[in-house]
Structures are given as structure tokens and as C-alpha cells.
């Protein structure tokens, strides 16, 4: 495939994927999937939820960074270039939309109705996702402990998110260091 007719595709898969994912981070994991994976078959789940993992661990918007990995992996520079404009253009011209029109809209009882459905759909897409990539990623007794451990961190409050990820981190290198030591 041409370079240039590749980035077109990032840049359209990334465009529709941020026109049509409310809620972002998690949210959008299932039409990232849907794209990427079973429209273009540009990768596979597991290198997805790596590509994810690095986006989560890293700061800046999830889906901005996930645009940005996978457009790089797979075009480089100019890839990972399309894909962020791609995934963010549609919220920038939403969102300027919305600040014009803002003091007209705010005082609506039907658009407060459909942000209370949306925000409703958004747990549920939500759930689904973690659902999918827990059927993945999880696929261990030890893998479900972690995965435990960081659901109560994670809703406890008490510790940011980048913690949890490199508690999980260390948990899987002890793991691979106690592996190590019963393979001698």
C-alpha cells in the first residue's frame, strides 16, 4: 500500500473514531478494536492493549497517545502526526461549536436529558471494554491478582493511577524473578 494512501486511512480511522467515541480513555477502546483490528487488520488485541498500556502510562489525553503510538508503529512520524490530528479534530470543532452556541443549549432540558443517557452508555461501553481486555490480558491466576489489586488501589483514592501501573510492573517482574529462581 502507497504511504500516502496509508495515512489517509490513519487519519479517517482516527477521525471516526473520535467523532464517535463519547467518554474517551476506556471508552474508546471498543471502536479503536473495531478499526484497527477487524476493519484495516493493522494489528492485533494484544499488541493493542501494550500500545494502550504505554498510552495510560504516559501523561496527556489516553486517546491522543494511543493515536499517536499506533500511527507511529505503523507509519512512522507522519503517521503518528495524522492519526493525533485525525483523533482530536472532531472534538475541537464539537467543542467550538459548543462554546458559540454554549448560552443558547445550556439552559435545555432535552440536551441535559441526552447527556444523562450518554453518560450512561459511556459506564456501559466502559464495562464492555474492560470485559474484552480482561479476557486478554488476563489469563493467569497471578494476572487476575494484579488485576484485583489495581481495581481496589485504583477505587480506594488514595493512589494515582501512575502507581498502580508500576506496582503492577514490579509485580510482574518479582513474578519473573521467582520463575527465574524455580527454573535453576
Not at 46 to 73: C, H, K
Given at each position: 500500500m ?17 467523532l ?25 488485541r ?28 505503523l ?33 435545555s ?7 444523562e ?6 459506564v ?61
Open positions: 502507497q504511504k500516502r494512501s496509508q495515512l489517509w486511512q490513519l487519519f479517517a480511522a482516527f477521525f471516526r473514531i473520535g464517535f467515541t463519547f467518554g474517551g480513555g476506556l471508552a474508546m477502546l471498543p471502536m479503536i478494536e473495531r478499526e484497527v483490528i477487524e476493519r484495516h487488520g493493522w494489528t492485533d494484544e499488541e493493542i492493549l501494550d500500545i494502550y498500556a504505554m498510552a495510560q502510562s504516559v501523561p496527556g489525553v489516553i486517546a491522543a497517545n494511543t493515536a499517536i503510538f499506533l500511527g507511529n508503529r507509519c512512522g512520524f507522519w503517521g503518528a502526526v495524522v492519526s493525533l490530528v485525525g483523533v482530536v479534530l472532531p472534538s475541537l470543532i464539537i467543542i467550538t461549536l459548543i462554546a458559540i452556541f454554549f448560552d443558547r443549549i445550556k439552559a432540558s432535552v440536551i441535559a436529558a441526552a447527556f443517557g450518554i453518560r450512561a452508555a459511556v456501559g461501553l466502559i464495562a464492555a471494554a474492560a470485559v474484552r481486555v480482561g479476557r486478554t490480558a488476563v489469563t493467569s491466576r497471578f494476572a487476575f491478582a494484579v488485576c484485583l489489586g489495581a481495581f481496589l488501589l485504583s477505587i480506594s483514592g488514595y493512589l494515582n493511577v501512575i502507581f498502580v501501573i508500576i506496582l503492577g510492573g514490579l509485580a510482574g517482574y518479582l513474578q519473573y524473578r521467582a520463575k527465574g529462581a524455580q527454573a535453576e
